[in-house]
Nanobody, 115 residues
Framework: QVHLVESGGGLVQAGGSLRLSCATSGSIGRISTMGWYRQVPGKQRDRVATITSAGSTNYVDSVKGRFTIARDNAKNTVYLQMNSLKPEDTAVYYC?????????WGQGTQVTVSS
């Protein structure tokens, strides 16, 4: 079983920054695509950013230029640096690990951006 533990969420004013971290148990993350998703009440969980084991990144249009996903394979950790935060970024953010047919989720961390 793979465990993902997110941290770094919180309350921030619009225009501020936060950095989310996701620590994975074991080393499977090194060969997996990792990603961050977010969900607001009553809506589906949406992809925010992903990073492959080779380091290729992909972002949803609404966060391009503001968010950066990165990984540290030595620490089995993936990060999401969020800058210029907007109230519409408010959501529960989930870390995801995808390795072919295997798919794991963290417990989520709340990000709240006040206007």
């Amino acid at each position: 079983q793979v465990h993902l533990v997110e941290s770094g969420g919180g309350l921030v004013q619009a225009g501020g920054s936060l950095r989310l971290s996701c620590a994975t148990s074991g080393s499977i993350g090194r060969i997996s695509t990792m990603g961050w998703y977010r969900q607001v009440p009553g809506k589906q969980r949406d992809r925010v950013a992903t990073i492959t084991s080779a380091g290729s990144t992909n972002y949803v249009d609404s966060v391009k230029g503001r968010f950066t996903i990165a990984r540290d394979n030595a620490k089995n950790t993936v990060y999401l640096q969020m800058n210029s935060l907007k109230p519409e970024d408010t959501a529960v953010y989930y870390c995801n690990l995808n390795a072919g047919p295997l798919n794991f989720w963290g417990q989520g961390t709340q990000v709240t951006v006040s206007s």
